[in-house]
Nanobody
Framework: QVQLVESGGGLVQAGGSLRLSCAAS????????IGWFRQASGKEREFVAT????????NYADSVKGRFTISGDNAKNTVYLQMNGLKPEDTALYYC?????????????????WGQGTQVTVSS
């Protein structure tokens, strides 16, 4: 019922910036927000950031606070992840997901719909 498509990934040098986009379609009105997760090769998928429609502020993992910014454009049904000061450890496949279930929004099981992911590679 909700389709998500990520874009904007690529190869960047350490210290550089990228902006990821998550375009949503379908029954987006049934969601509470959009989150970003990432998964490095051989590692578990981890929470990065979430924007909730009726929350005062977005939320970030400690590892990206001060460097990443999540924002939304209602007219375009798109959520962005601005990534600055990128580090090699940020290298991962980045997914956006639709928050549907109440509770801990950092938990993957609270998100019902997922995009295919966009690759971010940070070289040193």
């Amino acid at each position: 019922q909700v389709q998500l498509v990520e874009s904007g990934g690529g190869l960047v040098q350490a210290g550089g910036s990228l902006r990821l986009s998550c375009a949503a379609s379908g029954r987006t009105f049934s969601t509470s927000g959009i989150g970003w997760f990432r998964q490095a090769s051989g590692k578990e998928r981890e929470f990065v950031a979430t924007i909730r429609w009726y929350a005062g502020t977005p939320n970030y993992a400690d590892s990206v606070k001060g460097r990443f910014t999540i924002s939304g454009d209602n007219a375009k049904n798109t959520v962005y992840l601005q990534m600055n000061g990128l580090k090699p450890e940020d290298t991962a496949l980045y997914y956006c997901a639709a928050l549907v279930f109440p509770g801990d929004f950092t938990s993957r099981d609270k998100y019902a719909y997922w995009g295919q992911g966009t690759q971010v590679t940070v070289s040193s």
